[in-house]
């Protein structure tokens, strides 16, 4: 049962179809027959139709949007109602919540416990217990976003000593920050976050501290020891 290429015989008697095809025998697969090459090759031989060029020629002599190149990529979350945002090149992932699973004589009010993340045992840390924040529970979902659906989520975040796990009420969005949008923390506020704080942005309408990472990262090792 020979096929031509014209047929599109993978989709009938193929590896796509019925499998009944005889050639699938000596190839396994449809994408190691000499049919489905020559048919690929077909379709890279086809004349480009008369208006492809002049489309392409109009796109790419429009003016390019100039991008800043000061930037900093970030991921913007939310925890303990307040926003915050970490360079992205400490975070390793963002997972959906884990059990937390406590350990004897070492737990305290930074340290959580530790949370299984893809058969790895990774020490968890309260994030707002860290920098002094109210409590989670405490802290509802800000005014404007009641009527939006959150989730909670977990970051991994660490460095080449070792990773953590940061339970957040929510992830916002990942940034590119430019440098001119980074302000420095007001002298007058009190909080232990802003130790913590290498600068506020405004996204969205949010006020956004940016976490210096290895402060955080520092912080939570001493919390351990």
């Given at each position: 049962?020979?096929s031509s290429?014209?047929?599109?015989?993978?989709?009938?008697?193929?590896?796509?179809?019925?499998?009944?095809?005889?050639?699938?025998?000596?190839?396994?697969?449809?994408?190691?027959?000499?049919?489905?090459f020559q048919?690929?090759?077909?379709?890279?031989?086809?004349?480009?139709?008369?208006?492809?060029?002049?489309?392409?020629?109009q796109?790419?002599?429009?003016e390019?949007?100039?991008?800043?190149?000061?930037?900093t990529?970030?991921?913007?979350f939310?925890?303990?109602?307040?926003?915050?945002?970490?360079k992205?090149?400490?975070?390793?992932?963002?997972?959906?919540?884990?059990?937390?699973?406590?350990?004897?004589?070492?737990?305290?009010?930074?340290?959580?416990?530790?949370?299984?993340?893809?058969?790895?045992?990774?020490?968890?840390?309260?994030?707002?217990?860290?920098?002094?924040?109210?409590?989670?529970?405490?802290?509802?979902?800000?005014?404007?976003?009641?009527?939006?659906?959150?989730?909670?989520?977990?970051?991994?975040?660490?460095?080449?000593?070792?990773?953590?796990?940061?339970?957040?009420d929510e992830?916002?969005?990942?940034?590119?920050?430019?440098?001119?949008?980074?302000?420095?923390?007001?002298?007058?506020?009190?909080?232990?976050?802003a130790i913590?704080?290498?600068?506020?942005?405004?996204?969205?309408?949010?006020?956004?501290a940016?976490?210096?990472?290895?402060?955080?990262?520092?912080?939570?090792?001493?919390?351990?020891?």
């Amino acid at each position: 049962m020979k096929s031509s290429p014209g047929k599109e015989c993978w989709k009938t008697i193929g590896t796509g179809g019925t499998g009944t095809c005889e050639r699938l025998a000596e190839f396994a697969h449809c994408g190691n027959c000499p049919v489905y090459f020559q048919w690929g090759r077909t379709l890279l031989d086809q004349a480009t139709p008369d208006d492809y060029r002049d489309e392409w020629t109009q796109v790419l002599a429009l003016e390019k949007e100039v991008q800043p190149t000061d930037t900093t990529s970030v991921l913007v979350f939310r925890c303990a109602g307040e926003w915050m945002a970490l360079k992205t090149m400490c975070l390793a992932k963002v997972a959906a919540p884990r059990m937390i699973h406590t350990i004897p004589h070492r737990t305290n009010a930074v340290i959580a416990g530790l949370v299984n993340i893809e058969g790895e045992l990774l020490l968890c840390a309260s994030l707002p217990n860290l920098l002094q924040l109210e409590s989670e529970n405490s802290a509802p979902a800000p005014e404007a976003d009641k009527n939006r659906k959150v989730f909670h989520r977990m970051l991994v975040i660490g460095d080449a000593e070792g990773r953590w796990v940061l339970p957040v009420d929510e992830v916002h969005v990942m940034y590119r920050l430019p440098a001119s949008e980074i302000q420095k923390p007001p002298v007058t506020v009190a909080k232990a976050a802003a130790i913590f704080s290498t600068g506020l942005f405004n996204l969205s309408g949010k006020q956004v501290a940016l976490l210096d990472e290895q402060l955080v990262l520092n912080s939570l090792k001493r919390s351990f020891q």
